[in-house]
């Protein structure tokens, strides 16, 4: 029942409660014993419908359950546990806003595995894969921080995208999964280092409006590549990025 106090300029709305409902049904009941057939009929209908509506919730709560764990396997990398390239794609993309809205820097880490076909090659497929797992894990061990992301990026290659950091910073972390993967001791008779290694690019900048966000993953592919030509186990920086970003601004209003 609604009622609108005028002096008040409310509406007013008056209601029974279930239990009041079926309380007044069974006083009915009791008064009128034609009507006791239709009140059970009634309360068999309140009944069902109440367990009908807990079933579907029921169903629902573990089809969200369902999709979620669909969703996290489509962005988790199989053998390693860590993020996939798609899922590290999104997080890079989504800091990297973040970075240009903060005016804030931002690194990327590409790590790769020396010699890894001869690793391969030589012990076999189970073996290559542990040692994936043992350079995943140590990677994201020097990932310290609630927003750093380690990913792998495909085959035997991972990233490590550390928001808020400068190069000082990316260096340092950079180093730290070098050595820890040598303290690994993993035999590697292929490699002249005689243990399995990385080879780490590391790649910074303070992003402005209209930067290219690829600008960044290209300077830290192309200082990987510099580590590598140098002999590889090493750490090397791409220092150009802020020009190499200058050149990719786009001029407002385009």
Same mark, same amino acid.
């Given at each position: !029942?609604?009622?609108?106090?005028?002096?008040y @300029?409310? @509406?007013? !709305?008056v209601?029974? $409660?279930v239990?009041?409902?079926? /309380? %007044?049904?069974?006083?009915?009941?009791?008064?009128?014993?034609?009507s %006791?057939l @239709?009140?059970?009929?009634a309360? +068999?209908l309140?009944?069902?419908?109440?367990?009908?509506?807990? !079933?579907l919730?029921?169903e629902t709560k573990?089809? !969200?359950?369902?999709?979620?764990? +669909?969703?996290n396997?489509?962005?988790?990398?199989? +053998? $390693? =546990?860590l993020?996939?390239?798609?899922?590290a794609r999104?997080?890079y993309e989504m800091e990297?806003?973040?970075?240009?809205?903060?005016?804030?820097?931002?690194?990327?880490?590409?790590?790769d /595995?020396?010699?890894?076909?001869?690793y391969n090659?030589?012990?076999?497929?189970?073996? #290559?894969d542990?040692?994936l797992?043992? %350079?995943?894990?140590?990677?994201?061990s020097?990932?310290?921080?609630?927003?750093d992301? /380690?990913?792998?990026?495909? =085959?035997e290659?991972?990233? =490590?995208?550390?928001?808020?950091?400068?190069?000082a910073?990316?260096?340092?972390?950079a180093?730290?999964?070098?050595?820890?993967?040598m303290?690994?001791?993993v035999? @590697?008779?292929?490699?002249?280092f005689?243990?399995?290694?990385?080879?780490?690019g590391?790649a910074?900048i303070?992003?402005?409006?209209?930067?290219r966000s690829?600008?960044?993953?290209? /300077? #830290?592919?192309r200082? +990987?590549?510099?580590?590598?030509a140098?002999?590889r186990?090493?750490?090397?920086?791409?220092e150009? %990025?802020?020009?190499?970003?200058?050149a990719?601004?786009?001029?407002?209003?385009?």
């Amino acid at each position: !029942m609604s009622r609108f106090l005028k002096e008040y @300029h409310l @509406h007013a !709305m008056v209601g029974l $409660t279930v239990l009041t409902v079926l /309380a %007044i049904c069974l006083r009915i009941s009791s008064s009128d014993p034609s009507s %006791i057939l @239709h009140s059970a009929i009634a309360l +068999l209908l309140c009944l069902a419908v109440v367990t009908l509506f807990l !079933m579907l919730r029921q169903e629902t709560k573990a089809r !969200m359950r369902l999709e979620e764990q +669909l969703e996290n396997r489509a962005l988790t990398d199989d +053998l $390693t =546990g860590l993020p996939n390239r798609r899922a590290a794609r999104e997080s890079y993309e989504m800091e990297w806003k973040q970075a240009v809205r903060t005016w804030s820097p931002i690194s990327v880490l590409y790590v790769d /595995a020396d010699f890894f076909k001869g690793y391969n090659d030589a012990y076999g497929h189970a073996e #290559a894969d542990d040692l994936l797992r043992i %350079i995943a894990s140590t990677v994201k061990s020097q990932m310290r921080r609630p927003r750093d992301v /380690a990913a792998r990026y495909g =085959g035997e290659e991972f990233i =490590g995208i550390l928001p808020e950091t400068d190069l000082a910073g990316a260096m340092a972390v950079a180093e730290r999964i070098r050595e820890a993967v040598m303290e690994r001791s993993v035999v @590697h008779e292929l490699s002249s280092f005689g243990i399995a290694t990385v080879s780490i690019g590391v790649a910074t900048i303070v992003p402005s409006r209209g930067s290219r966000s690829e600008a960044l993953l290209q /300077a #830290a592919d192309r200082a +990987l590549a510099e580590a590598k030509a140098a002999g590889r186990n090493l750490v090397r920086c791409e220092e150009e %990025i802020e020009a190499v970003a200058a050149a990719d601004l786009v001029p407002a209003g385009n």
